[in-house]
């Protein structure tokens, strides 16, 4: 014999009121959709450069011209691509999703430079905004084109 717990209570549509997490970060919803920092994406994506952006979601505030000036140099000299991230992508088929590279591309750096005192979440952060785009350049070259490109 079972016996039957109390009644689950009736659903309501959506998720209107519900409460998924607190973010410093971001805000969904509020005034015209989405918010990073309480600049609206569409005035950022219309009057921002990425490494702005960047700037604005890991430090909290958009950057004056030195600190912009700043974190350019500091991305660029984090693009290159170790070898064995080089030869993991060059193993991976052309059919790819670029999700999926992208997914192997933190994967393998995850390991290769894992998280230290010195290797900070800041750093991990920068050093997966700086490389993803040279090493899923790099695969797509390679496996469409057999081109190994200078990043």
Not at 120 to 148: C, E, T
């Amino acid at each position: 014999m079972t016996s039957k717990g109390p009644e689950a209570p009736k659903s309501t549509e959506g998720l209107d009121g519900i409460v998924a997490g607190d973010s410093a970060i971001s805000t969904v919803g509020l005034g015209l959709g989405l918010n990073y920092r309480g600049y609206n994406i569409i005035d950022l994506a219309k009057n921002c450069i990425f490494e702005e952006v960047i700037h604005l979601l890991i430090f909290g505030t958009l950057p004056l011209e030195k600190q912009l000036s700043d974190l350019r140099q500091r991305i660029n000299k984090l693009r290159h691509l170790p070898a064995v991230l080089v030869k993991v992508l060059e193993a991976l088929p052309k059919e790819s999703n670029c999700m999926d590279v992208m997914r192997t591309i933190s994967s393998v750096l995850g390991i290769l430079e894992p998280e230290t005192e010195a290797n900070d979440q800041v750093n991990i952060a920068l050093r997966l905004m700086a490389v993803f785009g040279p090493a899923l350049n790099y695969w797509y070259h390679y496996s469409h084109n057999g081109k190994r490109i200078q990043t």
